[in-house]
């Protein structure tokens, strides 16, 4: 009775100061405003364009038609023809162009022979972007017979051989980065990303990023201001303080939440395919988890600068790792181990398959228990490290 | 040291120390503290005061020694002790932005006070420390005097049985004050007990009982009247056509512990161990050329303060050289 009273007086508390605290109101609208404007307008992942060049030493039918279906793909615009590989090599040097397509002059031969890379693609790896779109020319099958197709390629369609390598020799020489096609799958097709794919993603980097913040802040802003000396010399207990901080933040990060599916909706035509319940019940948990590190956060950081550094130690991994960057699968293993104890990691594979997928809870329902257990252990670690002392 | 001893002594402390890396801010303090009494804490800045009542509060913990805060020991029962105290902290702890009807029904829903209770308590606090007009009113916007009143009704809304006040009339102006003293007297009149830091000469003067702190150590204790007693005839008054050149002189000559001017006077105390202070005092003002009359004083508690802190002083600087 008094434990709910207590609990109940500072949830009420909280949220008051919530709704009189201007910055932190404008944060919580501003931060999805400005974010998905960024993410969704400013950088276009879609990349198309790019300048290439190409060194055609075959000059077959096979070769032309090789080169047109490159030009097709409108990832690149071939808009010259080097008189080999090495001015290829010097374009990108000189950044006159971002990818070079190198045709030997045994191109046809080796087709013939039913060779592996018969052509080469030379790409200016300091650029990721380009880097990324040039798998899609790499990953081109080029029309064959039955005979020269390859063993993985008959898989999935026996009408296409992939025509595209890395010149390693040229490593060696420039600081060019060669994006070797086999080392991506033959039937591996990029998504392209685009605001649509990226907006479930953002979904959950907002989340993680503002959730993490709020209840850090409300902690140490308590401790900077001198507040938290008189609560903790009152009979509240730990765990009705962290609780009640939590509550009234849920329900902000609901309303961030609709915020950015009605705004990536209106932005970007967002679909929600399945249940809007279900991305709910999913959001809560995630965002219930996030909070939960807040507190964490706030019982190491002794003023909100020290809790903005931590957020943003946490937020970092968080990006990277969890799939919304680069693609989960393609990452090294103990890079995958670490996403997976990442909240973001779990909510990004359930907001992509319920909104874009159309999945429901029981398909994706086994990303939900992460977020349950990272909630139990955080919130445990976080009642054992605070204390209601000053020391 | 049991829970329910029926103790007439709210507070008990045996060499209470705290060190904070290798200061030592609270060195060996041994008090006891009379239930129902006004005790005050006297001390310069960083003496330890709130440092000492933060261990009292069980918010920090003692380094070494033993104490016993409404007969339950501060290590162990630090949760059954905070239901029973009020702590005003030395700086200002309520919500700026809450305004201050919110703020006390807060503590008082955190404090457990039953609602029909805590509304009765709320109205019978705002009237005693005249805040019902601001009742409305953002703290954050109150005066310094409005801030401290309403911190006091704060810390008093659970009715407890121990309060601890750190330093609570700092920016509040002497009528202020002397409004503030009259409240403690009345809420100590109702059986609580008071502990009450302070820089005030004055405010200490009033207290029942007053403990003098300086480097964290116990320097003088006991009702300020008895301190001011036995410093018996050190104190002696100088009156001068030259008070500046007296001064100096003054200062330099032996068993002299401080010469403060007051207009045309000089207050002069002389160390313990000097036999006749008059006759000590006249001497020196001889043997520097000056003319004045030397005549006995009446001793304050600035006198004791300045006695135990300077004889500290100069005891450290013997030791030094
Ligand atoms: N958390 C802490 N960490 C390190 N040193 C501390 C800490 N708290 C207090 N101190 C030191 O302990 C000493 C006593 O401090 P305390 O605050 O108790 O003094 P005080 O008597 O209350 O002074 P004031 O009158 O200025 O309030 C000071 O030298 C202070 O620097
Ligand atoms: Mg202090």
């Known amino acids: 009775m008094n434990s709910l009273?207590?609990?109940?007086?500072?949830?009420?508390?909280?949220?008051?100061?919530?709704?009189?605290?201007?910055?932190?109101?404008g944060m919580i609208v501003g931060i999805p405003i400005i974010?998905?404007?960024?993410?969704?307008?400013?950088?276009?992942?879609?990349?198309?364009?790019?300048?290439?060049?190409?060194?055609?030493?075959?000059?077959?039918?096979?070769?032309?038609?090789?080169?047109?279906?490159?030009?097709?793909?409108?990832?690149?615009?071939?808009?010259?023809?080097?008189?080999?590989?090495?001015?290829?090599?010097?374009?990108?040097k000189e950044g006159r162009i971002s990818v070079g397509i190198v045709i030997p002059y045994d191109y046809a031969r080796r087709l013939e022979r039913g060779e592996d890379r018969p052509a080469q693609l030379l790409v200016d790896g300091s650029d990721p972007i380009v880097g990324q779109a040039a798998v899609q020319v790499a990953g081109l099958r080029i029309p064959g017979t039955k005979a020269l197709a390859t063993s993985r390629a008959t898989?999935?369609?026996?009408?296409?051989?992939?025509?595209?390598?890395?010149?390693?020799?040229?490593?060696?020489?420039?600081?060019?980065?060669?994006?070797?096609?086999?080392?991506?799958?033959?039937?591996?097709n990029p998504e392209?990303?685009?605001?649509?794919?990226?907006?479930?993603?953002?979904?959950?980097?907002?989340?993680?990023?503002?959730?993490?913040?709020?209840?850090?802040?409300?902690?140490?802003?308590?401790?900077?201001?001198?507040?938290l000396e008189m609560l903790i010399t009152t009979p509240v207990k730990t765990v009705e303080l962290m609780v009640g901080k939590i509550v009234p933040?849920?329900?902000?990060?609901?309303?961030?939440?609709?915020?950015?599916?009605?705004l990536g909706h209106l932005m970007f035509g967002v679909p929600v395919r399945g249940s809007l319940?279900?991305?709910?019940?999913?959001?809560?948990?995630?965002?219930?988890?996030?909070?939960?590190?807040?507190?964490?956060?706030?019982?190491?950081?002794?003023?909100?600068?020290?809790?903005?550094q931590m957020t943003f130690f946490f937020f970092l991994p968080s990006i990277l790792l969890s799939g919304f960057m680069f693609p989960f699968d393609g990452m090294p293993v103990p890079a995958q181990w670490i996403g997976e104890l990442l909240p973001l990691t779990h909510f990004n594979r359930m907001s992509r398959g319920i909104l874009l997928r159309g999945a429901t809870l029981s398909e994706i329902g086994r990303d939900l228990w992460p977020l349950a257990a990272f909630f139990c252990v955080m919130m445990t670690v976080v009642l054992l490290r605070f204390r209601k002392r000053l020391d | 040291m049991t829970d329910s001893l029926p103790s007439a002594l709210a507070i008990e402390a045996h060499g209470l120390t705290r060190r904070f890396g290798s200061l030592t801010a609270v060195d060996r303090l041994d008090l006891a503290v009379s239930t129902g009494t006004i005790h005050g804490f006297l001390g310069p800045n960083g003496s330890g005061k709130t440092t000492t009542l933060r261990m009292f509060c069980g918010l920090l913990r003692p380094s070494a020694g033993t104490a016993s805060v409404l007969g339950m020991d501060i290590a162990h029962k630090a949760e059954a002790i905070r239901r029973r105290i009020g702590y005003m902290t030395q700086r200002f702890s309520l919500y700026e932005d809450l305004t201050v009807l919110e703020n006390l029904q807060f503590v008082g829903e955190v404090q457990g006070v039953p609602a029909r209770k805590r509304r009765e308590k709320i109205d019978e606090l705002l009237a005693t420390y005249r805040l019902k007009d601001r009742c409305g009113q953002r703290v954050g916007t109150l005066s310094g005097g409005e801030k401290q009143r309403l911190a006091l009704a704060a810390a008093l809304i659970h009715e407890p049985d121990l309060l601890f006040l750190d330093e609570p009339t700092s920016a509040v102006d002497p009528q202020n004050r002397r409004d503030f003293w009259e409240n403690l007297f009345d809420i100590c009149d109702r059986g609580t007990t008071i502990l009450v830091s302070t820089h005030y000469m004055d405010e200490a003067e009033r207290c029942h009982s007053l403990s003098i702190l300086d480097y964290g150590q116990l320097v003088g204790s006991g009702p300020p009247r008895e301190q001011i007693a036995r410093l018996g005839n050190r104190v002696v008054e100088v009156e001068t056509d030259t008070p500046r050149e007296a001064q100096t002189a003054l200062h330099r000559a032996a068993g002299v512990l401080s010469v403060a001017q007051l207009g045309t006077q000089l207050h002069v105390l002389v160390a313990e161990d000097a036999a006749a202070p008059v006759e000590l005092v006249t001497r020196a003002m001889r043997d520097a050329n000056l003319i004045g009359r030397v005549h006995p004083a009446r001793p304050g508690l600035e006198d004791v303060f300045v006695a135990v802190t300077v004889a500290r002083c100069k005891a450290q600087h013997k030791e030094a050289a």
Request: charged content about 20%; hydrophobic content about 50%; glycine content about 6%.
């Open chain 1, 192 to 227: 392209r990303i685009s605001a649509v794919s990226i907006v479930p993603g953002l979904l959950g980097v907002i989340l993680t990023m503002t959730m993490v913040l709020m209840t850090a802040v409300a902690i140490v802003r308590e401790r900077e201001r001198g507040t």
């Open chain 1, 5 to 25: 009273r207590r609990f109940f007086a500072i949830v009420r508390k909280e949220f008051r100061q919530l709704v009189r605290d201007r910055l932190t109101f």
């Open chain 1, 155 to 188: 898989d999935t369609d026996e009408r296409f051989h992939a025509a595209a390598v890395a010149a390693t020799a040229a490593t060696q020489q420039f600081p060019i980065n060669p994006v070797t096609a086999f080392e991506i799958r033959l039937d591996y």
């Open chain 1, 249 to 262: 933040y849920i329900g902000v990060g609901l309303v961030q939440m609709s915020l950015i599916l009605f």
């Open chain 1, 35 to 92: 974010q998905l404007t960024i993410f969704g307008y400013a950088i276009n992942t879609d990349v198309r364009h790019l300048r290439a060049a190409v060194s055609d030493d075959s000059r077959t039918d096979l070769s032309r038609e090789l080169i047109a279906m490159v030009r097709e793909t409108q990832v690149v615009d071939i808009i010259g023809h080097a008189s080999g590989p090495r001015q290829l090599e010097q374009w990108i």
């Open chain 1, 277 to 308: 319940l279900h991305l709910y019940l999913a959001g809560l948990a995630f965002i219930t988890a996030n909070l939960t590190m807040g507190l964490l956060n706030s019982t190491f950081a002794q003023n909100q600068f020290q809790a903005m």
